[in-house]
């Protein structure tokens, strides 16, 4: 049976704050644990006006103490802009609040301009290129076993889950040699997911963790009693994505009515390419759309990314959503 779970950037929208983002984030959450969702990821982006999870094991703490049962974790962090060792204490520190519902999703790209660098102290494309030798040290970190010189308290001994996240081949190949768990960011960046998928399951060394490949997908949902208003409500996301691919990023705007039709042509291929792992509509359509996919890539989770500008707009779409799938 497949599994579905929510990943959620904390987006903020115009006229709103960092602080209504955040109240949002966990009602979400606690309306993902209500409908039978197994997991609540946050992803890492730093200086982005719109986007508030940038202290992403802080939110994760507090997105925790809200819910009970639901796992939570990071989708994910990237892991260039920090050390292995502190994100070994900040995610040992979260699976000791929290036993046994911890995720530890890593990615490579660190996404950040030379004024980034400068704030985090990081040579990021050179901690980029130690990502795979960064990601072994904090597995050894978060490991029982682990002999180093300086242990990570906490983190040592935890129950963490780790997970590799990729938009291209190599986090597909890295995970496969590792024996880690997958997920494709397919919601954002659809090019290389069938080969990387088909990587990943070929080349997939069983470990400690994993004894077979364990996939999961992202997919944008909007869904809405009618396709018109499941339209309506992506547009929001649609414009950020426009704005981001152009070099205009911010807030997240409100909804556009017909969006799609106004668009010129490169705006239009922006939004047509996003929308390959996109599920748009009614329960039954949105139903139709995520099996369809499910048939295709073979996945055993999918996480739903798909932020709206009305917070209790995304809740009533997973709402619906999950009864349709789960039916």
């Known amino acids: ?19 209504d983002a955040l109240a ?18 946050v992803a890492e982006h730093h200086a982005m006006d719109g986007i508030a999870g940038g202290a992403t094991s802080v939110v994760l703490a507090h997105i925790a103490n809200a819910t009970s049962t639901i796992r939570i974790g ?12 502190q994100i070994a204490e900040q995610f040992g520190t979260l699976a000791a609040l929290f ?11 660190p996404g950040a301009g030379p004024e980034l660098q400068r704030a985090l102290r990081k040579d990021l494309h050179r901690a980029a290129e130690m990502f795979p030798h960064d990601v072994v040290e904090l597995r050894a970190f978060l490991s029982a076993e682990d002999e180093t010189a300086i242990r990570a308290t906490p983190g040592h001994g935890s129950d963490v ?15 496969a040699r590792l024996g880690l768990p997958y997920a494709f960011a397919s919601h954002f960046a659809p090019d ?13 060394e069983p470990s ?64 047509d390419h996003v929308g390959q792992a996109s599920a748009i509509g009614t329960p039954d ?7 369809a996919f499910i048939a295709r890539t073979g996945a055993d989770e999918v996480v739903f990314g798909g932020a709206t500008f009305d917070p209790e707009a995304r809740t009533h779409s997973l709402a619906l959503a999950m009864g349709a799938l789960t039916a």
């Open 74 to 85: 990071s989708g994910g962090i990237m892991l260039p802009n920090h050390t292995p060792f």
């Open 192 to 204: 290389h997911l069938d080969g990387a998928l088909e990587i990943y399951r070929r080349t997939f």
């Open 208 to 271: 400690e963790a994993l004894d077979k490949p364990h996939v999961m997908v992202a997919m944008n949902l909007f869904c809405a009693d009618s396709t018109a208003e499941a339209e309506m409500l992506a547009s929001s996301q649609l414009q950020s994505f426009v704005r981001l691919r152009t070099g205009k990023p911010g807030k997240l705007p409100p909804p556009l009515p017909d969006y799609r039709a106004s668009l010129d042509p490169r705006a239009r291929a922006i939004v």
């Open 99 to 109: 036993p046994g519902r911890v995720d530890l999703g890593l990615g490579r790209a």
């Open 285 to 291: 359509e949105v139903a139709s759309q995520v099996n």
């Open 24 to 41: 949002a984030a966990t009602k979400l959450a606690v309306a993902a644990e209500q409908a039978g969702c197994k997991r609540f990821w």
């Open 1 to 19: 049976m497949t599994d579905y779970s929510v990943l959620d950037l904390v987006p903020v929208r115009e006229g709103g704050t960092v602080s």
């Open 161 to 175: 889950e780790m997970w590799m996240l990729g938009s291209s081949l190599f986090g597909a190949q890295l995970a």
